[in-house]
């Protein structure tokens, strides 16, 4: 089973930006889908955003326009750039491999299916 490594959180102001990484330990290309998500203490981890085997895209809609995921199947990582921060974007954020799924029949919304990894602490300060 593939073992994924996040990377690249820190403390930033709001209004900043900051890169994640995740670093897959074998080959991502088989997955269809690759998803960054969040979890803050004592809620339910939620996707925020996914990327398919082509362009298919997902985004939360509260990171819609500040947030882009990037895949690269040659390098086995997904990249998570977020920019304009909000201190609600306070979180740990996971990445993990996935398959197809859909809210409501028609809205791509995959769902993991890999081992969660320790996941990159983001705090956007006020």
């Known amino acids: 089973q593939v073992q994924l490594v996040e990377s690249g959180g820190g403390l930033v102001r709001a209004g900043g930006s900051l890169t994640l990484s995740c670093v897959a330990s074998g080959s991502i290309s088989s997955f269809n889908a690759m998803g960054w998500y969040r979890q803050a203490p004592g809620n339910q981890r939620e996707l925020v955003a996914a990327v398919g085997r082509g362009s298919t895209r997902y985004y939360k809609d509260s990171v819609k326009g500040r947030f882009t995921i990037f895949r690269d199947n040659a390098k086995n990582t997904v990249t998570l750039q977020m920019t304009s921060l909000k201190p609600e974007d306070t979180d740990v954020y996971y990445c993990?491999?996935?398959?197809?799924?859909?809210?409501?029949?028609?809205?791509?919304?995959?769902?993991?299916?890999?081992?969660w990894g320790q996941g990159t602490q983001v705090t956007v300060s006020s």
């Open positions: 993990n491999v996935g398959e197809d799924g859909y809210l409501n029949s028609s809205i791509w919304y995959p769902y993991p299916i890999g081992s």
